[in-house]
């Protein structure tokens, strides 16, 4: 299974960023999806995720409100709609796919078996 993070970028404080990130040789519609994050130095931290159909959400109290994540199945892909950034929102990330089909969404690295290799978003102040 590959998972293939893109859409980050440089971008000024306030904008909008909309991060990508497809799967294959998998299968995507059985998996719960999320986004994690690491700033420099610090350790990789839960974003948001979403259920294997997109019933069921779970996002960081530090992005919600700001941050959306939906999927697509039939393109097997999930992405990361990211509204009004922060400096602090500076950061690699990486998606993340949970094969278990436990109820709930993981917050924990552990949960995940597969990853993406991540993409650089770095906000401008």
């Known amino acids: 299974v590959q998972l293939q993070a893109s859409g980050g970028g440089l971008v000024q404080a306030g904008a909008s960023l909309t991060l990508s990130c497809a799967v294959s040789g998998g299968t995507f519609g059985t998996y719960t999806m999320s986004w994690f994050r690491q700033a420099l130095g610090k350790d990789r931290v839960f974003v948001t995720g979403?259920?294997?159909?997109?019933?069921?959400?779970h996002n960081a109290e530090i992005v919600k409100g700001r941050f959306t994540i939906s999927r697509d199945n039939a393109k097997n892909t999930v992405y990361l709609q990211m509204n009004n950034l922060e400096s602090e929102d500076t950061a690699v990330y990486y998606c993340?796919?949970?094969?278990?089909?436990?109820?709930?969404?993981?917050?924990?690295?552990?949960?995940?078996?597969?990853w993406g290799q991540g993409t650089q978003v770095t906000v401008s102040s």
């Open positions: 979403i259920s294997e159909r997109g019933r069921f959400l």
């Open positions: 993340a796919a949970d094969r278990a089909r436990r109820p709930g969404i993981v917050a924990q690295e552990i949960g995940y078996d597969y």
